[in-house]
Every structure is written in C-alpha cells, then in structure tokens.
C-alpha cells in the first residue's frame, strides 16, 4: 500500500468494563467521521461479552 492511499482520520471512544461475575461485558459508543472526506460525523455502540476459562 503506497503513503497515498493509506488514510487517518480522528476518533473518540468510551468504553466501560462491567467486570462483576454476574455480568462480565464491555459496551460503549465511538464516535468519529462517516468517511475519510472528513464530512459527516457519525457514531455508534460497541461491546463484548466475556467469559473466564
């Protein structure tokens, strides 16, 4: 991939880990651009869910 083509833009996330046994999850939003023209931002949730092995 040439230096032209490889494309950075800004973006902001908040993630929270419910560590608790009952739960074990993480949820959260990221917010940024919708795509690299830098024009319209967008944002939306992220999560997981966790289990001890």
């Known amino acids: 991939m040439t230096k032209e083509n490889n494309r950075e833009f800004p973006t902001v996330g908040t993630v929270v880990e419910d560590l608790k046994s009952d739960k074990m ?3 959260g939003k990221i917010y ?22």
Do not use: L, W
């Open 32 to 53: 940024g651009y919708e795509s690299y023209d830098m024009g319209k931002v967008t944002n939306f949730p992220v999560g997981s869910y966790a289990t001890i092995v």
């Open 25 to 27: 999850r993480s949820y």
